[in-house]
């Protein structure tokens, strides 16, 4: 009895508005992983990519049968078309080959050679993968429109989303304020006189100056 009053008061806690936080934790730890298990999906789709990738390396042996790859080259190839196809990336392998490339035994000349075989081997199948054209049919398709190279939305999408035609500018240009020159009250015309290049000194040539005027002539009395 008390089993049943508890179930029914959670679920009227679940239906109503006031137990928002346990209805948002229903969803996102039990609806949400019904509808999208990530463990289980990540394991189906990398069971995929290894059989496309298995594919595309019989096609690529069958194509040249004359020529012999490594069996490091081979797992390279497999290990990159399947990378790629789950993360995509740039096409370059990791820093640093796996786990089991880490040991003694590699540490020779016959060993690093391998490396470089996984290596090259991991390159060829992501160029290989690019070419299938795989990878744009296992990503989420999204509303948000893509961004360019410099992180910024397109110019017509921007511009269709305010309403403005891209050749017009958004804001007109800011105008130059010029401020008004007041007339001057002691001059005649209200205009203001013309500024003197030298200005004067008081008593430069006034009567009582002590400097001489180096320009005058000095008269001599006659004997």
Known sequence: ?????????????????GCGPIALATRSLVIEPIHYCLTTHNILEMHRNYKLAEESWETITNAAPGHVYSSDYADGFKEGFADYLYAGGTGEPPPLPPRHYWRSKYETPQGHQ??????????????????????????????VPPRSASGQIPSSVASESIGVQPSEPVLPPPRKIVPPQTPNKDHPGGERPAATSEPSVPGKDSPGNSRADPRARVVLPPD
């Open 114 to 143: 391998a490396i470089e075989d996984w290596f090259d081997g991991y390159r060829h199948g992501v160029a290989m993968a690019q070419q299938s054209g795989y990878r744009q049919w296992v990503t989420i398709p999204s509303s």
């Open 1 to 17: 009895m008390k089993m049943k009053l508890t179930l029914s008061i959670l679920g009227v806690c679940l239906l109503g508005q």
